[in-house]
């Protein structure tokens, strides 16, 4: 049997990484500040004797950026899916007349993804909350995300916990929104210990025609207007750029501007539950609000004029 370890013998071990940490999904800037942060823990690591109680701290900081990576993985998987899913149907349908078609497209795979999403997103957040109210002394030391802004806001102030309180008025969208903090079925809690999101969709992915070869795509939505492509980009823009942030203040490094998250994941979808209105007010489109084993339910619904802005051209306009 061979070994690694025989006596005179010599070995040489090549080390090899993934050239992307990000998946592809950040600017150049954010991951230049991934970058500098993990120099800033490679010094650290160094300087610091093995299980010395700093090199314990920075090995915990070191491990959220691969919590990160975790979450970028699934958005990765995400944007790919969309970026298919909008070349098959260009190709699948052009030249022909879409004017008034309406069909759905329900993919379990994404659906899988999304709720991975939800659940890496918010240990995540959980994990940074831990992090933080450990790493600074004088702070009611908190495990839930939810609980992190109160004990902030009660503890002694002082310039890092201001500029995390500051981070997190910028990232309102997280407690706002539900989706990764209550405990309704709007939240990362349904997926947790309830079931699947696919036992309770309001709205399928719907493809609707309308004039001049161009089309509407309307989000996948679940229980109380859970739209998949639109989370998706606001968790690309908000848990990353708290994260990183956080970091780099722990670290004592210049912050990446919010700008700098911006995404277009979402970009191409329109949200049905945000877009409709009454009749006299909108225009008419035809979408599945619901498709299982036994029904398909279509329905027309009036969405704002301004949806329209989100159509895609599928066919070339024919002129006389």
């Given amino acids: 049997m061979a070994t690694v370890n025989e006596e005179g013998k010599k070995y040489n071990f090549v080390a090899i990484a993934d050239d992307s940490l990000d998946y592809g999904m950040l600017s150049e800037t954010a991951v230049s500040k991934i970058n500098e942060m993990e120099k800033f823990f490679e010094n650290a690591l160094k300087d610091a004797p093995i299980g010395a109680e700093t090199n314990k701290e920075v090995i915990l900081m070191e491990s959220y950026s691969f919590k990160l990576q975790a979450v970028l993985y699934h958005l990765h998987n995400i944007k790919n899916f969309k970026e298919n899913f909008l070349s098959d149907i260009k190709r699948d349908l052009k030249d022909k007349d879409i004017s008034g078609l309406t069909c759905c497209y329900l993919n379990k795979e994404l659906v899988f993804e999304f709720e991975a999403l939800i659940l890496q ?27 992190l802004k109160k004990s902030l806001e009660k503890s002694t102030k002082n310039e890092v916990t201001e500029s995390i309180i500051g981070l997190l008025n910028d990232s309102k969208w997280l407690y706002e929104s539900g ?28 493809i609707s025609g309308i004039e001049d070869g161009k089309l509407l795509i309307f989000d996948l939505e ?8 639109n989370t998706a980009s606001k968790i690309l823009e908000h848990v990353p750029y708290l994260l990183i942030n956080v970091l780099s203040i ?31 007010n909108g225009r008419k489109v035809g979408v599945i609000k619901e498709m299982n084993r036994v029904n398909i339910i279509i329905e027309d619904r009036y969405i704002y004029n301004d949806a329209l ?3 895609i051209q599928i066919t070339d306009i024919k002129t006389n």
């Fill in 222 to 229: 679940f229980h109380k207007s859970i739209p998949v492509m």
């Fill in 179 to 206: 989706i990764l903090t209550s405990d309704g079925l709007s939240s990362r809690n349904y997926i947790a210990h309830r079931g699947s999101l696919l036992t309770i969709q309001e709205c399928c992915m719907t």
């Fill in 121 to 147: 997103a918010r240990a995540c957040l959980d994990a940074l909350t831990v992090l933080i109210t450990k790493r600074l002394p004088g702070h009611e030391e908190a495990r839930l995300f939810t609980k």
């Fill in 250 to 280: 722990l670290c004592g490094l210049t912050p990446v501007a919010k700008k700098e998250f911006a995404n277009d994941l979402g970009n191409e979808f329109v949200i049905l539950s945000k877009e409709t209105v009454e009749p006299k």
């Fill in 309 to 311: 802005s989100k159509a």
